[in-house]
């Protein structure tokens, strides 16, 4: 009975968040032009402990942690009020260590340690409203990342689980114009990663080199804050420079679910994060198209000084 | 001046869009934090055991509350790494990764780890978050005979699931960590003084000489698969008697394999590998119950 209800409210959840997208990407697109944003990042990792299983919980040490620089591109489609964006990323696999708070190490061999992940996004951003030279835009999103992480001990025993997760949710942004081709640009994103669409696989393998393995169903949460600035020079494309704070926290579950039970994996992954981007015009007819929908939300304002 | 007041309001101007835009996005910031809260606390002395395998942390003295002495700090890492040995024999399984233990102070326990009186195993960190009980305690000779400033219970946790796999199933993940503890401990009273420690044979007596009129404490292999939810002084109990004895009449080694067996297939699994069927097993449990616990 509880599994047939699960599914069903997975169901519900999945046709509200399509039908969401379907309306709102259909809506407000004008006549198509083209940008492509290449990025680099480096990214420290940390995978906090939970220290505290109350709600609301507390994370803490000992914590895995990693130096992940990450490549990433953006294909940016911009028409009337709307901003598609598709974009992909990939982090080549890192090393990982531990630190147990006083900055020691005791429990991981880094050289064997590894963690990657790879994601794909697809969303859009639509301008709400403009307060002089600000921007209030938003658009939902829909995320897909997979990531690999495969510990091994000192003592010679593994751990690995891979997963797979889709996810949705919001984006908000605020943009602002500060005159000489500059821009500053804060913007949140919240994807939920939902049980039902996301899958997991856990393989261990003890000290005497026998293995365990099992599945799981993650359910899990990604809020990013970023903060850029960015320039538009007057020959074209636009240069960027950013911070965001990433944070991701959630469980995996042996079945699909909203809350915990039966946990095989948790996380509480904590991310502060810096960026470099740069934007190349594809036979656009608005110089500098970034991110924002604020660059292209009217011909009156069309070919502002933005990033995003 | 004109153009310098121009100029003047164009930039309070931007400071002023700039705080409106921070401001609107500032309750962002708290959007994870609403869920988890990340203390990076680096207030640590760590401690090793002689062999190594036990790292301590526990709280300086200027820290707040009631830190540890040195002796109480050398009393428990002796303990634990004895119980570690202990419980690698128990399941007849070797472990050699260092467990990390995280010690903190009474008077902040409750708020950081979730309860003034003990603590949890993260296994997947080699870790576990205790509190520090400052109550006297015996010299330690004979780990069964007391019960020590930290028991063995969430040391067995880390080992079983490093070793044996995650576990499967509420009966055996406790089951084991109480019959290799040997001990179960409740609710430490004012003063940091543990209120009832008892072995788990001294909790089965009790509730097998209490009233009859009560709802009965003793509970089925069936009840300790499905009735996970009870509360903890009844079901640990329950549990480590019953994996004790299954240790005893099975042996580890047929046993061990069960661990990360989900609940729903344990009887099916528990046939397969011991040979005897559930309902015999459980009859032999009752057996062995009435006849250890009669007065």
């Known amino acids: 009975m509880r599994s047939c209800s699960c599914r069903s409210h997975g169901r519900r959840v999945a046709v509200v968040c399509a039908a969401w997208f379907a309306f709102a990407a259909t809506a407000g697109f004008g006549e198509p032009r083209t940008a492509l944003r290449l990025g680099v990042r480096y990214s420290p990792y940390r995978s906090y402990s939970q220290v505290n299983r109350d709600f609301p919980m507390v994370a803490g040490y000992p914590a895995f942690s990693a130096d992940l620089v990450s490549l990433e591109g953006t294909l940016v489609l911009a028409g009337g009020r709307l901003t598609h964006l598709i974009r992909g990323a990939v982090v080549p696999p890192a ?14 061999e880094p050289s064997l340690s590894r963690l990657s992940r790879a994601a794909i996004s697809y969303g859009f951003e639509h301008r709400l409203f403009s307060l002089g030279a600000v921007d209030f835009l938003q658009g939902p999103l829909l995320g897909l990342l997979y990531e690999g992480r495969s510990l091994r001990y000192l003592s ?19 943009e602002a114009a500060l005159g000489s081709g500059f821009a500053l640009r804060s913007g949140f994103t919240g994807i939920f990663y939902l049980p039902y669409t996301s899958f997991g696989r856990l393989e261990s393998v003890n ?96 070919g502002r000084d933005r990033d995003g | 001046m004109g153009a310098a007041a121009a100029a003047g309001g164009t930039v309070t101007g931007r400071a002023a869009r700039l705080v409106a835009a921070g401001l609107l996005l500032l309750p962002l910031f708290s959007c994870t934090e609403l869920f988890v809260r ?20 526990y709280r300086p003295p200027s820290h707040p ?21 202990l419980v690698q024999q128990e399941i007849g399984r070797g472990f ?20 003034a009186g ?39 946790h880390v080992v079983t699931h490093r070793v044996l796999g995650r576990a499967g199933s509420k009966l055996l993940s406790e089951g084991y960590a109480v019959a290799i503890d040997g001990w179960m401990r409740i609710i430490p009273a004012a003063g940091g003084q543990v209120a009832r420690a008892r072995t788990v044979h001294e909790w089965m007596q009790e509730y097998h000489d209490q009233d009859p009129l009560d709802p009965p404490r003793i509970l089925t292999p069936t009840e300790l698969l499905s009735e996970t939810d009870l509360e903890d ?46 309902a015999a097993m459980e009859a032999a449990y009752e057996a062995h119950w009435r006849s250890e616990l009669a007065p």
């Not at chain 1, 593994?158 to 605020?174: K, T």
């Not at chain 2, 995280?102 to 780890?113: D, F, H, Q, S, T």
């Not at chain 2, 509190?131 to 969430?154: N, V």
């Open chain 2, 65 to 85: 509350g009631t830190s540890p002495e040195a002796a109480a700090v050398a009393q428990i890492l002796a303990n634990q790494e004895l119980y570690l040995h």
């Open chain 2, 118 to 156: 003990g603590g949890h195993a993260i296994p997947e960190r080699l870790c576990y978050y205790y509190t520090y009980l400052p109550a006297p305690y015996t010299p330690f000779q004979d780990p069964r005979a007391y019960p020590a400033y930290i028991g063995a219970h969430e040391l067995v």
């Open chain 1, 156 to 174: 010679g025993q593994g751990e690995s689980r891979r997963d797979l997760n889709v996810g949705i949710g919001p984006a908000l942004a605020l």
């Open chain 2, 38 to 57: 990340v203390e990076r606390d680096r207030d640590w002395l760590v401690g090793e055991s002689a062999g190594g395998r036990i790292v301590l942390h």
């Open chain 2, 96 to 115: 050699s990764d260092a467990v990390l233990i995280y010690l903190y102070n009474p008077e902040e326990a409750e708020e950081a780890i979730g309860t």
């Open chain 1, 95 to 108: 090393s990982v260590s531990s630190d147990d708070g006083t900055g020691q190490n005791y429990l991981l």
């Open chain 1, 207 to 302: 000290e005497e080199g026998q293995s365990q393995s099992a599945s799981y169903r993650p359910f899990t949460y990604a809020a990013v804050f970023e903060l850029l600035l960015s320039w538009r020079p007057r020959s074209g494309g636009c240069i960027a420079l950013g911070a965001r704070k990433h944070d991701q926290i959630g469980f995996g579950g042996r079945e699909p679910a909203f809350v915990p039970r039966d946990i095989l994996a948790s996380r509480m992954d904590s991310l502060h994060e810096i960026f470099l981007r740069v934007s190349l015009d594809l036979g656009t007819n608005a110089p500098g198209v970034d991110w924002g929908g604020a660059n292209h939300g009217s011909g009156s304002r069309g």
């Open chain 2, 233 to 278: 002084v009844v079901y640990y109990p329950n549990a480590g008697y019953f994996v004790r004895l299954m240790l005893q009449r099975y042996g580890a080694e047929r046993v061990n394999p069960l661990f990360p067996v989900p609940a729903e297939q344990l009887p099916g699994e528990l046939e397969r590998v011991t040979g005897e069927s559930f």
